[in-house]
């Protein structure tokens, strides 16, 4: 039984920076991507970033290039997300996924490579 759970979230000032965990059980990070999508309210969930041991890929979302970095820790199984220069339209609710053999060129199509999804943790940030 896979689970991803995403920790780390809170409230912030505008400038901050946080950072997100994404830690899987029964699901190893060999062969397969993570990526970061969030949820503001009242839009369409987005992808934000994606690491992939499958082929080496990343992806960044245009809005989060040069502040947000992803990385990972095999032994430990968790994946993380450092937000810094945080903005208050980076408010959301983040999720971390999972997917098998999935590259992260996929773009804005990633989430159709998510085999597995965790809950959401939330950021706010305030101005």
């Known amino acids: 039984d896979v689970q991803l759970q995403a920790s780390g979230g809170g409230l912030v000032q505008a400038g901050d920076s946080l950072r997100l965990s994404c830690t899987a059980s029964?699901?190893?990070?060999?062969?397969?991507?993570i990526g970061w999508f969030r949820q503001a309210p009242g839009k369409e969930r987005e992808e934000v970033i994606c690491?992939?041991?499958?082929?080496?890929?990343?992806y960044y979302r245009d809005s989060v290039k040069g502040r947000f970095t992803i990385s990972s820790d095999n032994a430990k199984n968790t994946v993380y997300l450092q937000m810094n220069s945080l903005k208050p339209e980076d408010t959301a609710v983040y999720y971390c996924?999972?997917?098998?053999?999935?590259?992260?060129?996929?773009?804005?199509?990633?989430?159709?490579?998510?085999?597995?999804w965790g809950k959401g943790t939330l950021v706010t940030v305030s101005s």
């Open positions: 029964g699901f190893t990070f060999d062969d397969s991507a």
């Open positions: 996924a999972a997917g098998w053999a999935t590259s992260c060129r996929l773009g804005t199509r990633l989430d159709k490579g998510m085999d597995y």
């Open positions: 690491i992939s041991s499958s082929d080496g890929s990343t």
